[in-house]
């Protein structure tokens, strides 16, 4: 067989047989280099750019997907087979959250999905579930999540016994569906400002939940508006005294309060509710505000894990201040911020998957009297879209670690793992959740206005995603505990305490900080030099031991003048960027660890290329943190600039087996504009054609 010679020159003819168009398209998918990357290492790459990447996606998916896929796949295949459960793209508010109560009913009824019984058993399995889910449709994974995870959750995890025994069953098979009532009007991120309050009544043995104003009022509450039959509800826990104040605050605790009757649904006297209305997003569930006047508890409602309150109204804690006490109910919550995590890269596979596949699709101008060229040619696009791709698949790795330490904190309970499970939920769950936002807008603007049709996902991906950013913690809040845990740290560290694991590499690199920065290798720009795991995580770490150093430095001055809140204030900005840079630290430790085990070698190559593209393009994107200081010189920034682009373009040549690996089902990901073949008649018949 004659070999193909995809550089020679076409004739007319063959450029209009459909054949002829395609292979010529390929051949200028495949062309080497882009003529701007001539320097000395660049050159080498010319060789490699001509073999593309033989990648495949069957392998390499089995490798990606987490140990639960079956259940995923019952999830899809359920909903697949069910038109009348999908969600239209036009849907009223009221029909929405019908359709969503009708969704989450039948996944547990008929397709006999029972998330409750992992939250608890198996969260790895839960957590794959609600990736499932939220696919479908976000509104169904967040009403789930405020059904199992948070109002299920806080009975499992701050109760006790007799509580378990008493709610299980109906969470599990949603007779009892509820909410998780903790944010007031006047105070959300700040959860030790609550003013609800339930003060024990020792004659009748009861509390009495009462919202003394306005804003105390719950509000934004999940499943309130309309389904919820029972509120965990968060507020301070008064007890009468004999002195002259008459109550004694024993600070924010959780109590189960019945909203709505059993079996009329009426809402029970002393409870208002109103419906929080129609939202940005997010529009099958139905958020509510709740009002308590005197409505009477019994005691026994007292979620009394960690403090409890006896017959004759005495106080018992294991655990012995107030904020303890907070910090141990606030820990057991984290599952939350887990599911978020853990979603948000799920919402960027999507979207990137559609926006990519499309860019392959789609073609837009070309060279004179050639073929017009895929859209994803262009190195404008390739930067938008590459290093999206191969941050999804950094955090698909960090985030599905994640959930495996917190599957092990579930079972062992130790008490570093607790800490290290904290801060890395809160870091994760703020950086994907902010990085996958921005993500969305970009993939929409990627796909011109054919990505502005709501049919076409990103409109609904956006508005459903964006409040991942501020509920289950606000993003800008949760950092700076992640910033406060590594000051901690690294005080610990020079009293000469021992470092959580997450954060043991500040040892070593907390020395190489203090150190001047090597003046050859700033120099070093090889390929090897830049493409080695060891540079690229010691570049990450030195930043973040550098920001950790100079943070410190700066607090303590300012504490001196300005107190602790004023100093922190100060340096708040400084903070949040010490608080990115360390997860991303951790993120790329977790890819290059994955790279390193995963076992098919074509796989492992193509996880390669994609890993030092992310750990490159996250490096020139700071490069003026590491020129400042010398870390690396003018030539070592230029050719890691060359370098991330080169990668981006060698990226963009197996983008499709990349998308293909993350082996989402079809009716998830082929929005009519990003369909494999017949590009667009999907898409003209959904308009009428
Ligand atoms: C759709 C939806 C569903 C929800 N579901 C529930 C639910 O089921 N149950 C429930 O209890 N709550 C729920 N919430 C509430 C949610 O948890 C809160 O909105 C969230 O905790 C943030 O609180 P906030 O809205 O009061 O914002 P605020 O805390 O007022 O924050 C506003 C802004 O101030 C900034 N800010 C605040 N504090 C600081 C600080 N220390 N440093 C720097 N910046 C700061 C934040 O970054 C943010 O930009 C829901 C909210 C929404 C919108």
């Known amino acids: 067989m004659d070999t193909l010679d995809l550089n020679r020159n076409w004739t007319e003819d063959e450029e209009n047989q459909p054949i ?149 069953d109906g969470i599990d098979n949603m007779e009892y569906p509820g909410c998780f009532a903790m944010t007031e009007l006047h105070h959300g991120s700040n959860v030790q400002g609550l003013q609800t309050v339930a003060t024990f009544d020792p004659i009748t043995d009861e509390f009495v939940i009462d919202t003394p104003n306005d804003g105390a009022i719950k509000w934004w509450i999940g499943n309130a508006a309309v389904h919820g039959k029972f509120a965990t509800v968060f507020a301070k826990l008064m007890l009468p005294t004999h002195n002259t104040k008459g109550v004694s605050d024993m600070g924010v605790h959780a109590f189960i309060v019945p909203i709505r009757d059993l079996k009329t649904h009426q809402t029970l006297p002393g409870i208002e509710i109103h419906d929080c209305g129609h939202k940005v997003g997010l529009n099958g569930v139905d958020n509510g505000a709740l009002r308590f006047r005197s409505v009477r508890i019994p005691r026994d409602n007292l979620l009394n894990r960690f403090g409890d309150v006896s017959r004759d109204g005495k106080y018992t804690s294991s655990l012995p201040t107030i904020n303890k006490r907070f910090a141990a109910t606030l820990g057991e919550l984290v599952g939350g911020r887990v599911g978020l995590a853990y ?16 860019s392959l699709l789609r073609q837009q101008f070309g060279p004179p009297k050639q073929p017009e060229v895929s859209i994803l040619d262009y190195q ?17 790795f960090a985030t599905l670690h994640l959930v495996e330490k917190y599957s092990e904190m579930k079972k062992s309970h130790d008490e570093q793992l607790v800490g290290d499970v904290h801060a890395l939920s809160a870091g994760l769950k703020a950086y994907v959740t902010s990085y996958t936002a921005k993500s969305l807008s970009i993939c929409r603007e990627a796909c011109g206005g054919h990505g ?26 949760l950092l700076q505990q992640v910033a406060a845990d ?11 305490g021992t470092l959580a694991v997450t954060w043991n590499y500040l040892r070593e690199s907390m020395n190489t900080y203090l150190s001047q920065p090597n003046p050859v290798t700033a120099r070093w720009d090889s390929e090897d030099h830049l493409r080695d795991p060891k540079f690229q995580l010691d570049a990450f770490r030195y930043r973040t031991s550098r920001l950790l150093h100079s943070v410190a430095v700066r607090l303590n001055k300012h504490t001196k003048t300005l107190g602790n809140f004023g100093a922190w204030n100060r340096c708040l900005n400084h903070l949040l960027t010490l608080a990115e840079s360390h997860i991303e630290s951790v993120i790329l430790a977790r890819f290059i660890e994955s790279v390193k085990s995963c076992p098919d070698a074509s796989s492992r190559a ?16 700071d490069i003026g943190t590491y020129r400042n200081v010398d870390y690396v010189a003018p030539n070592k920034a230029k050719a890691i600039h060359k370098l991330a682009e080169y990668l981006s373009f060698q990226v963009r040549n197996i983008a499709g087996e990349l998308i293909d690996a993350f082996d989402l089902p079809d009716h998830v990901t082929r929005a009519p504009i990003a369909m494999q073949s017949d590009a667009y008649s999907q898409y003209t018949q959904y308009v009428g054609f």
């Open 20 to 168: 002829g168009r395609r292979i010529q398209r390929l051949s200028l998918h495949l062309t080497p280099v882009p003529r701007q990357l001539g320097n000395l290492q660049l050159r080498t790459l010319t060789c490699a750019a001509r073999t593309k990447l033989n990648v495949d996606a069957k392998s390499l998916s089995v490798f990606m997907r987490g140990k639960h896929r079956d259940i995923q796949e019952k999830v899809f295949d359920f909903f697949n087979a069910r038109p009348e459960l999908q969600t239209p793209v036009e849907i009223s508010m009221d029909d929405h959250r019908e359709l969503c109560m009708r969704q989450l009913l039948a996944l547990v009824r008929d397709a006999g999905v029972r998330p409750f019984k992992y939250v608890a058993d198996e969260p790895t399995k839960y957590f794959a579930i609600l990736e499932a889910v939220g696919s479908v449709d976000m509104s169904l994974g967040i009403k789930m999540g405020v059904q199992y995870s948070l109002w299920g959750g806080s009975v499992l995890n701050l109760g006790t016994k007799k509580h378990k025994v008493k709610y299980y």
């Open 486 to 496: 590594l000051l901690k740290q690294y005080k610990e560290k020079f009293q000469g």
């Open 343 to 358: 979603s948000s890269v799920s919402v960027l596979k999507i979207a990137a998957t559609i926006a990519i596949r499309y």
């Open 380 to 396: 404008s696009q390739q930067h938008k879209l590459m290093p999206m791709l191969a941050s999804t698949y950094a955090f698909h």
């Open 606 to 621: 193509a996880l390669k290329l994609v890993c030092d593209l992310y750990a490159l393009d996250r490096i020139w994107k």
């Open 452 to 477: 502005y049709a709501a049919v076409n996902r990103f409109g609904s991906l956006r508005n459903d995603h964006d409040i991942f950013q501020t509920f289950e913690g606000d993003n800008t809040v």
